[in-house]
T-cell receptor, first 109, second 116 residues
């Protein structure tokens, strides 16, 4: 069974700092990896999708990488802003979606 | 991106009553939709896979008679929590993909259910 772990569970950084969120998984037989953002009490907003044949995707200040051989993905956020404060979830698709445990990010003004 | 709409966004009901939650794909057709449950400060737990025109597939430990799923059209799936109890209080989220299985997924805004 696929297990997805996100480290750290919580992160607090000052505004403007660059940061990296980590996602590790146990089974490399995946289709895609997707990063989501969730605000308190809200649904999920898709940030980036990396297909299994790709190594990375970029959107604005966000860059996500995928290394299937090591079972890792990272989400890089450049020049963090208070509006980036949220919980970030990674999810892998195999036969179903497997969600990570999430990283709660707080960007301090 | 594609839009998935979930309704209602929140509901309070009395213990013993039933509650229906709707999940609609607004600008695409989805043969498969997924229903998740999320407890406070925890990640999403897949409850069931909703298949248009056929029975839903439930994850282990999820009571199918308690959580009734109907996927009557390619744009609508419903989750009915029957005879709700306080322990059913949770955040329920649906998702759907516009393409083939395992393509990018889009999520509804979630439904906060409180059973009193």
């Amino acid at each position: 069974k696929q297990e997805v772990t996100q480290i750290p569970a919580a992160l607090s950084v000052p505004e403007g700092e660059n940061l990296v969120l980590n996602c590790s998984f146990t089974d490399s037989a995946i289709y895609n990896l997707q990063w989501f953002r969730q605000d308190p009490g809200k649904g999920l907003t898709s940030l980036l999708l990396i297909q299994s044949s790709q190594r990375e995707q970029t959107s604005g200040r966000l860059n996500a990488s995928l290394d299937k051989s090591s079972g890792r993905s990272t989400l890089y956020i450049a020049a963090s802003q208070p509006g980036d404060s949220a919980t970030y979830l990674c999810a892998l698709t195999g036969n179903q979606f497997y969600f990570g445990t999430g990283t709660s990010l707080t960007v301090i003004p | 991106g594609a839009v998935v709409s979930q309704h209602p966004s929140w509901v309070i009901c009395k213990s013993g009553t039933s509650v229906k939650i709707e999940c609609r794909s607004l600008d695409f057709q989805a043969t498969t939709m997924f229903w998740y449950r999320q407890f406070p400060k925890q990640s999403l737990m897949l409850m069931a896979t909703s298949n248009e025109g056929s029975k839903a597939t439930y994850e282990q430990g999820v009571e199918k008679d308690k959580f009734l799923i109907n996927h009557a059209s390619l744009t609508l799936s419903t989750l009915t929590v029957t005879s709700a109890h306080p322990e059913d209080s949770s955040f329920y989220i649906c998702s759907a993909s516009p393409g083939q299985a395992n393509t990018e997924a889009f999520f509804g805004q979630g439904t906060r259910l409180t059973v009193v």
